[in-house]
């Protein structure tokens, strides 16, 4: 099953329908419309490096057994949440997928030198203001 570019076996995906919370009217009592999908990581077959940014990415949907949860009930069907369900995993794992651009650090420019100074040498001027009068000379 390929979900969000990796092609992920059945057997690494868990699915389990529970009652939907919300309006629905009767229906919402009696049929368990809502999806809960877990993605076993150590058998879904992932790269390393992703599988590290899909856990950092997952986060409060990560279990301590390694598994990601992800819960749909906005639909009023089962199929139609279940696709729902797996959009998420899909763009979750795809987001994943890309690796982040390593920044660059640059120091400060010329001109915020240049402002950073002159804002200094005002701040100096307006405390120096507050200090106690000097003699003038001749005393």
Known sequence: MDIGGIDIPPSAL?????????PGGQNVNKVATAV??????????????VCERLKQLAASRLTAAGEIVVFADTHRTQQRNREAAI?????????????????IPTGPTA???????????????????RGPLRPSGDI
């Open 111 to 129: 001109g915020a030198k240049a402002r950073r100074r002159d804002e200094k040498q005002r701040r100096a001027g307006i405390k120096e203001m």
């Open 14 to 22: 868990a699915w389990k329908f529970v009652r939907s919370r919300g």
């Open 87 to 103: 959009e998420r995993l899909g763009a979750l794992i795809e987001h994943a997928r890309r690796v982040p651009k390593r920044r």
């Open 36 to 49: 809960e999908c877990r993605l076993k990581l150590d058998e879904a077959g992932i790269d390393p490096a």
